[in-house]
T-cell receptor, first 109, second 111 residues
Framework: LAKTTQPISMDSYEGQEVNITCSHN???????ITWYQQFPSQGPRFIIQ???TKVTNEVASLFIPADRKSSTLSLPRVSLSDTAVYYCLVGDDDYKLSFGAGTTVTVRA | DAGVTQSPTHLIKTRGQQVTLRCSPK?????VSWYQQALGQGPQFIFQ???????QRGNFPDRFSGHQFPNYSSELNVNALLLGDSALYLC??????????FGPGTRLTVT
């Protein structure tokens, strides 16, 4: 499984856009990039998944450059409720998810 | 539609004891995975059950075992508990896709 590197923490303010970049230099051809969100004392929640270029849903956007060695999760106009840990996962294995330490995003008023 | 449910919510056990955690998957899901999440770390994959059989296993000792029932619900059993087994145990269900739905977890404390 490709290893991922993402910042340990990020701070932001309400209404700002938050961009979290994940590095995955050893990503394989069949690997997808998936992001999960986790609030304290809850299980992780699927946010978005992509393979290349850009993917957008009602919650976030995922930008993937042509070489796919990194990806950026973009959270538009964050609110206090977006304070959580965000995990970047890379793999093609439907069977198991490999989580790293994640990025703790703190949104302040 | 109920999501993934887990029981109990919290549990306190003593070293050497055995524990059983339970999980009911989201309606329509046939695959159940178990994860262990230590404080301040990401979830670590324990194993996955599909069609009542263990399909894949992570790097966990044999003290960790599981079962899936015909109604797709699942149990996680841990024998000979160690202090290091204290963690949040998460169950996730899916229909064999990469999008897994997680339950709220069971907080296990071993003293």
């Amino acid at each position: 499984l490709a290893k991922t590197t993402q910042p340990i923490s990020m701070d932001s303010y309400e209404g700002q856009e938050v961009n979290i970049t994940c590095s995955h230099n050893n990503i394989a051809t069949n690997d997808y990039i998936t992001w999960y969100q986790q609030f304290p004392s809850q299980g992780p929640r699927f946010i978005i998944q992509g393979y290349k270029t850009k993917v957008t849903n009602e919650v976030a956007s995922l930008f993937i450059p042509a070489d796919r060695k990194s990806s950026t999760l973009s959270l538009p106009r964050v609110s206090l409720s977006d304070t959580a840990v965000y995990y970047c996962l890379v793999g093609d294995d439907d069977y198991k998810l490999s989580f790293g330490a994640g990025t703790t995003v703190t949104v302040r008023a | 539609d109920a999501g993934v449910t887990q029981s109990p919510t919290h549990l306190i056990k003593t070293r050497g004891q055995q524990v059983t955690l339970r999980c009911s998957p989201k309606s329509g899901h046939d695959t159940v995975s178990w994860y262990q999440q230590a404080l301040g770390q990401g979830p670590q994959f324990i194993f996955q059950y599909y069609e009542e059989e263990e399909r894949q296993r992570g790097n966990f000792p044999d003290r960790f075992s599981g079962h899936q029932f015909p109604n797709y619900s699942s149990e996680l059993n841990v024998n000979a508990l160690l202090l290091g087994d204290s963690a949040l145990y998460l169950c996730a269900s899916s229909r064999s896709t990469y999008e897994q739905y997680f339950g709220p977890g069971t907080r296990l404390t071993v003293t």
